[in-house]
């Protein structure tokens, strides 16, 4: 299968690797990139030949977040609208969270806001020094709502509030301490780390490695379409906020919101 804006490769031995491939863009999610990983995370649920999946990104960036274009087109679209492309985003989220495989992050650059949520939904996270992060939502006079179920699941609610009220940016380290990254690492040693982490997943029977991560899966806060639903009628509710306008509407001015002193 072709993509347009990831790429999917899978090696003799079993390990797939999902590329975001819109380096000129840092990776940001658009309405098309959105579609396709959602048809590759059903593409590799399927396939028994896949053992385990590396995320990885080309470019400076891991992922931007959302794409600039298709953040104008919801700025200019009624509810409906938003909801259904906030749903897209989610079960494409959703899709990739229940992947029955362990999935690796391979994070070289700097992940913000759905790049979080990517992140949030892969097993472990491999992240390497001075990459920054930030769920910066808040910043714009919105809310972190579709990736909140997965960053939650994550991190934990305590871990979670003053990052997504702040929008602050923040490192590595301070990730690895939250639970979002599970080792950072220089920049050399990110493709070994990586390997030894697939490998690992390799000495597993595969249906077993899938039944766990179920039953790892289960025995945590419950991410249900009525959770996913409801955080994306929030997301609708923000969108017609005052702030929202103006967080947004400065954002494509390059001035800075109202409520910066």
Known sequence: MSYDTIRLVVEDRGIARLTLARPEKHNAL??????????????????????AVVLDAE??????????????????????TRIAEATRLAMMLKALNELPKPMVARVHGNSFGG????????????????????LTETRLGLIPATISPYVV?????????????????FEAQEAKTAGLVTAVVDAAQLDAT???????????????????????RSLGAPITDAIIAATIERLADTWETDEAREGVSAFFERREPSWRA
């Open 115 to 134: 790049g979080v949520g990517l992140m949030s939904v892969c097993d472990a996270v491999i992240a390497a020094k001075g990459v920054k992060f930030g």
């Open 194 to 216: 990586i390997e030894a982490e697939t490998l690992s997943y390799l000495a597993a029977a595969p249906a077993a490695a899938g039944r766990a991560k179920r039953l790892a």
């Open 153 to 169: 699941a994550r991190i934990g609610e305590g871990r979670a509030r003053p990052l997504f009220m702040s929008g602050r940016l």
């Open 59 to 80: 470019g400076k960036s891991f992922c931007a977040g959302g794409d600039l274009e298709w953040m104008r087109e919801q700025f200019a679209a009624d509810r409906q």
């Open 30 to 51: 658009s309405a098309v990139m959105i579609g396709e990983l959602t048809d590759a995370a059903v593409r590799l649920s399927a396939d028994a030949a896949v053992r």
